[in-house]
């Protein structure tokens, strides 16, 4: 595959890496997981500072006009600091629900204020006792009553839910899945947040007779199932790059640890056999960047060319970061699983990307039913 990088990606590319090496060690991720709302809020404003909110969004809403190769290169960095801000949360998922289907007046309003880190917003679909990743949303129905809507129903695994300051909440309606804007502190809905598996803080939100008005709904009535599917895509390329940072950094950490801790009086990294594991890991490192590239750049491809070759790139993530995060464990020894050592909080976040909208083997299958990858021309 021929990719080479513009002088502008190079530059963005460098400059969050930089803002990341220079300002997330463990410390201040362990700081921010103490904290209420389980991040930093000085982090996302110098983040906001940088330009990366606004990257995505088109020029003629306010923003950079960047496309997945810009979105893959942030996703790297943030992985590599292993950053617990509402990043994936505000931009990409509610962010690429607004981008998609917001009308000029719902983007005008927003943009600017998400461009500038004043403003959290959330995408809310997951529900309890839902298979596998779907889109098949009934525990949530909305009704019309007059020009407005009414929600009723409840959401789980809301990512960074309990600090958004507004909702992108998918809901059945006659029409069909249908997106909605709902105010975070708007009567009838509760809202309560908890750590998740990896330190990033999840919410339930359940809706009781919730009433918005016509402006609340996102694209046409549905149009919801059509949105997600492009969100999800999205979201999972931009998964795989924040994987494939994480693994990097995990794999360089490893290396050290290798050439560092001694045994027999001689460092461990001499030993053969650990350097066919090290190898090893390094094989799969590369198999995933080369798989998180090809996601990237296949969203500005045809439709089931982006969906094949996002659900192969999704694969190849979830196998490759099982295999660094145990092997990285495993070589760490014991203190390779300890809350004060970046190698264990590593392997949860790569093993809770796996998971996130459709673990490897939901893709596998899916893409064994499309027929296999399609190679980019």
């Known amino acids: 595959m021929d990719f080479e990088l513009t002088d502008e990606q190079r530059l963005l590319a460098e400059s969050v ?29 110098g983040l906001a500072e940088l330009g990366v909110f606004a990257m995505p969004f088109a020029e003629e809403d306010g923003g950079f006009g960047g496309g997945g190769v810009e979105t893959m290169l942030v996703m790297e960095a943030l992985g590599k600091g292993l950053l617990v801000e509402p990043y994936l949360a505000t931009v990409i998922l509610a962010g690429g629900a607004l981008r998609r289907a917001g009308s000029p007046e719902q983007k005008a309003e927003r943009i600017a ?5 004043e403003r959290l917003m959330a995408l809310a679909h997951s529900e309890a006792g839902m298979p596998r990743h779907t889109l098949d949303v009934k525990a949530t ?11 009723n129903g409840s959401k789980i695994a809301v990512i960074h839910g309990d600090c958004a300051d507004e909702l992108v909440v998918s809901a059945a309606t006659t029409e069909g899945l249908s ?10 809905m509760q809202i309560e947040g908890a750590p998740g598996y990896d330190g990033v803080r999840v919410a339930t939100a359940a809706f009781d007779t919730v009433r ?42 490893t290396v050290e640890y290798l050439k ?10 001499s030993f053969q056999a650990l350097q066919h594991r090290a190898v ?23 439709p089931e060319e982006r969906r094949r070759n996002i659900a192969a790139a999704k694969v190849q993530i979830g196998r490759s970061g099982r295999f660094i ?13 300890t809350a004060e050592y970046r190698v264990g909080h590593a392997f949860k976040r790569l093993t809770a990307i796996d998971a996130l909208f459709g673990d490897a083997d939901h893709h596998i299958d899916m893409l064994a039913d499309a027929g296999g990858l399609v190679t980019l021309s």
Do not use: C, K
Request: overall charge negative; cysteine-free.
């Open 212 to 253: 918005v008005g016509p402006d609340a709904l996102l694209g046409a009535a549905g149009e919801g199932t059509a949105i997600l599917e492009a969100v999800f895509e999205e979201a999972n390329a931009a998964l795989a790059a924040e994987a494939v940072g994480i693994m990097s950094d995990t794999f360089d950490m």
């Open 179 to 188: 997106l909605f804007l709902v105010a975070a502190d708007i009567p009838g």
């Open 17 to 45: 890496n930089r803002f990341v090496a220079e300002r997330y060690d463990l410390e201040t991720r362990l700081h921010a997981l103490r904290q209420q709302q389980g991040w930093s809020r000085e982090v996302w404003q």
């Open 113 to 117: 204020a998400i461009a500038g880190g």
């Open 325 to 337: 995060g145990q092997q990285a464990v495993q070589l760490h020894g014991a203190i390779g699983i």
């Open 280 to 302: 090893d890991m390094l094989i799969q490192l590369e198999l995933a960047r080369s798989m998180a590239i090809l996601a990237a750049l296949s969203l500005d491809a045809a």
């Open 141 to 151: 129905q909305a009704r019309q009553d007059g020009e407005g809507w009414v929600l």
């Open 260 to 269: 560092t801790r001694q045994q027999f009086g001689v460092p461990i990294g």
